[in-house]
């Protein structure tokens, strides 16, 4: 470097003559619009605007001007390098634009093609509609309760008031527990989901209000239609002053939450012997809505034309199964129903087969995902 | 029971018009199943009439013989002129009344009748057999109608009965009385508010005695039994074609008309009846309890061993009858049987049943009599068959009869008048209550608030207040009941067990995972496939006494045969990459227990000690899940190769599931059937006292199970107990969240192959301290460079203060001391 000389004419150091800045200044914008490319204008960028480049290699002169010279030509220079450096980002930001476009596109995929890796999994439709059944009840402030599956007589008969002998005890296709020595065990599996109303009442404090989801059996062999292992879900209500308009009340209330609103319910007098008085309920099919009944041209798949659907059994529960868990029953009251999960699927979601529930084909289970 | 209305008809007078469909829906209102209503004969259409046959001429030369007739129909031709028929059935004569079906009419089957040419004449309709018009099974021929019963010209319709409505009526357990026609026109009477005509009231003349000498050894068996007889029967009378019809549209065939009126008495009235050859029958009757070693050959002809139970009718020769069962065939009336002796008795209603049971015997009779018998219709049920049986098979009503009656009266039920609007829920006067009870036959008598009732004799099922309860609310109608909207109240929610299923249910289904809902029918075969070794408790299991399939009679005490069975089915219809999984309980039997479970009284609450007996009895029931995985478990595809599941696979489904009830298993190397011995995990849990619980097994299945059951090969299996696993969490206490910089330190360590990774982590955490924020392995590494048996296990650990940025030499500290704990404890060498 030039040590300074204040005698110096500026216009004496020819890099610092306007002439010269311009033409720098020139050449350095030429290169830099030539830049076809990141690579090119990296190259100019360094020999215009680098350390070596010749209008940093003027700037240095500057100190060699006499010191009122040195304003005007420090102006000079520095304009001249703004100049560039406008260039070079202006141009660096088109050709960076010109590259992603480049390359984005050239980086683009197919984006409809298959991404599933995992098997597809699900849940059974069992499961998720009894959960559904029974999350409405939990809803209306019910608790789940449960029992065993391998249950004793008393809970599954006789504190249930089916009489020893009697039709409706060996009308229910029991499955028997072999006892010691192949004698009586007293133990079958649960041919309903009752048995829990008992247990509910001997192990909760009143009033009770409970749902029980739970897996049932009769020696039915498989078809279409039945199964010897299906689902029930039970409801049970004890408390005081409890009467079959509070029943019909919880039905209707299950009954829109589940299928729609504005459906009517209907009760049959049934027979049941935990129940008394018995009902046999029905809903207005939520397809047709009766509209297919006499209607031979407009068939309803879902209710057989019927107009009704056929929900399940209910009633006021017996005051002997009272008796038998122990409740008061000159202060207690309560209802009972039982629905069929199984029989939900099939009318509500088509499940015209029933070895599609019990065989575990993934592709029946994986239709149904995760809720239902 | 099916119902033909016109028989319902004449006990009531129903409305006007009332159709069939009518009458099923105010029936299945009042409680009545009505299954079908069945137009019997409606197929049938067109000129059908009784013709009578003016003369035959035989033809031959046909490969059978041929009768061409001339059969008088009156006017009912149009033409007053004979008809010609042709006809092949020969049970007929000149001058016989026949059923004629003329050309135009059609018979069930579509089958059309018309003037037709055949066997060389011209055939104007048709000459009508029972079968061909829908009657009753019938092959002897044609129907030969007796003289005087009609003229040529009458309508047949009516005369046969051709067209009738059915109803078919599944008839509920307590319901015994609408097991006849009188129950069910009880109840259309009740329906339409019509007046009833009780069949069974029946003016019995005379007064008991005289009759066949008969006891009763027990009166506890039977409280009421009634012989009558009749002398002089013709056994050869036929059966008239109004009873045939009518048995015909109950379901019941025609055998003689001795059997055919005790059959006709019981649908009509509801009152089991049998009929006994009385000169076969071999002195006094007496109706006792069978003694150990008798036997009785049966109608059916099958020669049974009698049980103490069972109740059994007797003369001197030992037992004639199973009671209300089956009859013997020694006294069974028959073609030469005269004089006919007829039982209606009331026995007990569980005797029947248990009889029925054993004898694997269900008849018309043990159904009535074990869903309960009017026990004030013997006499009447008596005298109405032996006087049908004078009247259509000639002879004469013995003058005495037998009667023994121990019945006692009925107690009346005391029930508040508002105690069935209570039950329903609806406020009915107390004079309608009363009206109400009367209809169905109580006897009501007021007492303050309180209605005394006496129920029928009929109606053995009303005992409580609320079965009268029933009754009033029937009668009113179910549809009167009010919705009255549930009240609202605090629940608690589901339970923690209850949500750990439903959450575990959703994370396997959502990681890829179907669940299946296997059968828990299991056998023997199932454990051997398995490899189960011959003292494994899992083949401990509880037996079906009846299983449906004898192969498979025990209950699960593993889900795995059930899992791997839909498997190879799902394999087998041509999937191979499977991840299924079930949730559910296997049956534990517990070791020492009765297995027999106590039957505690039902007029109280259990005990404590009998609840616990109870419990004591049963098996263990823990909720299990398990799951299985073949194939890959990452798919492959357009982006490459997959990942087939492995070992690992189903261990880390073990501990996914053990983070969702939020607790963490520790995992050690284990030989257990079915796994693989050398890939097979034991899972445990803390069981919170200090000690560990076992709680399942995952792994790669055994070679031979795989090859057992057809697997794919390397199949993966986990099975744990849900229930326990979700008992050994605890809640979430929140962990302190440092915001100071992490310092990351590798370290690698060799190893003898025979330590397990596990203890190596865990000397590294507990060496570390508590800087130490987690610690992985990102590495293992066997070969040359580490030695043989040995391997390099390679550990990212990640340190960090709660409070502070860490120092350079305390991380070095702690990791020197992570590295000198597993040294001490597991022989590590740090690697070079
Ligand atoms: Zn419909």
Not at chain 2, 42 to 57: C, K, N, Q, S
Not at chain 2, 749 to 762: H, I, K, N, Q
Not at chain 2, 791 to 813: G, H, M, P, Q, V
Request: proline share 7%.
């Amino acid at each position: 470097m030039s040590a300074p000389n204040n005698s110096y004419d500026p216009v004496e150091v020819t890099p610092l003559s306007p002439d010269e800045v311009a033409r720098m200044r020139d050449d350095a914008l030429a290169a830099i619009a030539a830049a076809a490319d990141l690579e090119q204008l990296k190259a100019a960028r360094l020999a215009h605007a680098g350390d070596r480049s010749p209008l940093a290699l003027a700037n240095r002169e500057i100190g060699a001007l006499p010191p009122a010279a040195r304003a005007e030509a420090g102006k000079r220079v520095g304009g001249a390098r703004r100049d560039i450096g406008e260039a070079l980002k202006r141009r660096q930001a088109e050709l960076e634009e010109e590259r992603d476009a480049r390359v984005l596109v050239e980086e683009a995929v197919d984006v409809t093609l298959p991404t599933r890796r995992s098997t597809p999994g699900g849940r059974h439709p069992v499961t998720t509609v009894a959960e559904r059944m029974a999350d409405i009840f939990v809803a209306m402030g019910f608790d789940v309760a449960e029992g065993p599956e391998v249950e004793a007589e008393w809970f599954n008969f006789d504190a249930l008031n089916f009489l020893p002998d009697h039709p409706a005890r060996t009308m229910q296709d029991t499955f028997f527990v072999e006892g010691p020595s192949g004698g009586d065990s007293r133990m079958v599996l649960r041919t309903h989901t009752s048995p829990v109303q008992v247990r509910a009442l001997v192990e909760r404090e009143l009033p009770v209000y409970v749902v029980a989801p739970g897996t049932t059996y009769r020696t039915d062999e498989l078809d279409a239609t039945h199964t010897p292992v299906f689902h029930q879900l039970e409801g049970l209500v004890v408390d005081e002053g409890i009467t079959m308009g509070h029943l019909r009340g919880a039905i209707d209330a299950f009954v829109d939450g589940m299928f729609g609103s504005g459906l009517r319910t209907r009760f049959r007098p049934s027979y049941f012997p935990f129940t008394e008085p018995s009902a046999e309920v029905d809903m207005e099919c939520f397809v047709c809505r009766g509209a297919s009944v006499g209607d031979p041209a407009n068939p309803c798949r879902t209710c057989s034309s019927e107009g009704w659907i056929e929900l399940g059994g209910c009633g006021i529960v017996n005051p002997r199964v009272l008796t038998a868990a122990g409740v008061d029953t000159a202060r207690y009251s309560g209802w009972a129903f039982g629905l069929g999960v199984e029989r939900s699927l099939m009318f509500a979601n088509g499940v015209a087969d029933m070895h599609d529930m019990v065989e575990g084909d993934v592709r029946f289970t994986a239709a149904f995902g995760m809720e239902i | 029971m099916r119902v033909p209305v016109s028989w319902l008809k004449e006990y009531t007078d129903l409305p006007e018009g009332t159709t069939a469909r009518e009458l099923a829906a105010r029936l299945i209102a009042l409680g009545l199943e009505v299954e079908t209503v069945e137009a019997v004969g409606a197929d049938i259409t067109g000129p059908i009439y009784v013709g009578r046959v003016l003369e035959i001429e035989e033809l031959t030369g046909f490969k059978k013989p041929i009768r061409y007739c001339r059969v008088d129909v009156g006017a009912a031709n149009g033409t007053g002129q004979p008809q010609n028929i042709i006809c092949g059935a020969r049970n007929f004569a000149e001058g016989d009344l026949v059923v004629v079906a003329l050309p135009g009419s059609e018979l069930p089957g579509g089958f059309a009748i018309g003037a037709r040419k055949t066997y060389g004449r011209v055939s104007e309709g048709m000459i009508c057999s029972a079968s061909e018009l829908a009657l009753w099974e019938d092959h002897a021929g044609i129907i030969v109608l007796p003289e005087g019963s009609a003229a040529p010209g009458d309508d047949a319709y009516a005369l046969l009965g051709l067209r009738e409505d059915v109803l078919d009526i599944a008839v509920t357990p307590d319901r015994g009385y609408a097991l006849s026609v009188r129950g069910v026109a009880r109840e259309a009477a009740a329906a339409y508010g019509t007046a009833f005509r009780d069949p069974a009231d029946i003016a019995v003349e005379g007064t008991p005695g005289g009759g066949y000498p008969a006891s009763v050894a027990d009166p506890a068996v039977c409280d009421r039994y009634v012989l009558r007889g009749v002398s002089g029967f013709d056994p050869e009378a036929p059966t008239p074609l109004w009873m045939k019809r009518r048995l015909a549209l109950t379901g019941v065939r025609s055998i003689s008309l001795a059997v055919d009126i005790t059959n006709y008495v019981l649908m009509e009235l509801g009152q089991p009846l049998h009929a006994w050859d009385r000169d076969a029958v071999r002195g006094p009757i007496e109706v006792r309890l069978a003694r150990a070693g008798e036997q009785l050959e049966t109608l059916d002809h099958v020669k049974r061993t009698l049980d103490p139970d069972d109740i059994v009718i007797a003369d001197e020769s030992g037992p004639i009858n199973v009671a209300g069962v089956m009859g013997g065939l020694a006294t069974e009336i028959g073609l030469g049987s005269t004089n006919v002796l007829i039982e209606a008795a009331h026995f007990a209603e569980t005797h029947i049943a248990r009889a029925s049971r054993r004898h694997q015997l269900s008849s018309e009779s043990s159904r009535r009599f074990e869903r309960g018998v009017d026990s004030a219709l013997q006499v009447a049920a008596a005298t109405r068959a032996v006087r049908l049986l004078a009247e259509l098979g000639g002879g004469a009503v013995d003058p005495g009869y037998t009667h023994i009656d121990t019945t006692a009266p009925r107690a009346a039920i005391a029930i508040a008048a508002d105690h069935p609007g209570r039950v329903a829920g609806v406020d009915y006067p107390r004079e309608r209550v009363a009206e109400r009870l009367a209809q169905v036959g109580c006897a009501v008598e007021a007492d303050g608030d309180t209605l005394r009732v006496v129920p029928p004799t009929w109606r053995p099922d009303l005992t409580d207040p609320n079965d009268l309860a029933e009754e009033v609310i029937r009668l009113e109608g179910y549809a009167g009941i009010p919705s009255i909207a549930p009240r609202a109240r605090a629940g608690h929610g589901l339970t923690p067990a209850q949500r750990l299923r439903r959450t575990v249910g959703r994370k396997l289904a959502a990681t890829g995972f179907a669940e299946v809902m296997a059968y828990p029918f299991v056998g023997v075969r199932d454990f051997d496939t398995l490899q189960v070794p011959a003292d494994d408790p899992r083949r401990t299991a509880l037996k079906l006494a009846n299983p449906l399939n004898d192969d498979e009679p025990l209950l699960r005490t593993t889900l795995l045969p059930g899992l791997l069975k839909a498997l190879v089915r799902n394999v087998g219809r041509g999937f191979g990459d499977l991840a299924l999984y079930e949730i559910g309980p296997v049956f534990l039997p517990r070791p020492g227990a009765s297995g027999r479970a106590p039957m505690p009284a039902v007029d109280r609450g259990p005990t404590a000690e009998e609840l616990a007996e109870l419990e004591a009895a049963l098996p263990e029931q823990p909720r299990r899940v398990a799951a299985v995985m073949a194939g890959h478990r990452d798919l492959p595809g357009w982006w490459g190769a997959g990942r087939a599941a492995t070992w690992a696979d189903a261990v880390e489904t073990a501990r996914e599931v053990a983070r969702l009830a939020n607790t963490e298993l520790t995992v050690r190397a284990a030989q257990y059937a079915p796994w693989h011995p050398g890939r097979c995990a034991a899972l445990f849990v803390a069981d919170g006292e200090g000690g560990e619980r076992l709680v399942g097994h995952a792994g790669e299945l055994h070679p031979r199970v795989v090859a057992a059951h057809g697997l794919p090969e390397r199949t993966v299996a986990v099975e744990l107990d849900l229930d326990a696993v979700g008992a050994a969490g605890a809640p979430v206490r929140a962990p302190a969240v440092s915001g100071y910089p992490v310092a990351l330190q590798d370290v690698a360590l060799v190893v003898a192959d025979s330590v397990p990774a596990a203890d190596v982590e865990r000397a590294l955490r507990e060496g570390a301290g508590e800087l130490l924020e987690d610690v992985r392995l990102f590495d293992v590494y066997t070969g040359a460079q580490v030695g043989e048996g040995r391997r390099s296990l390679a550990y990212a650990l990640r340190f960090r203060a709660a409070d502070r940025t860490l120092k350079t030499e305390e991380i070095t500290a702690a990791r020197d001391a992570a590295v000198a704990a597993a040294a001490e404890r597991t022989g590590a060498v740090l690697r070079g």
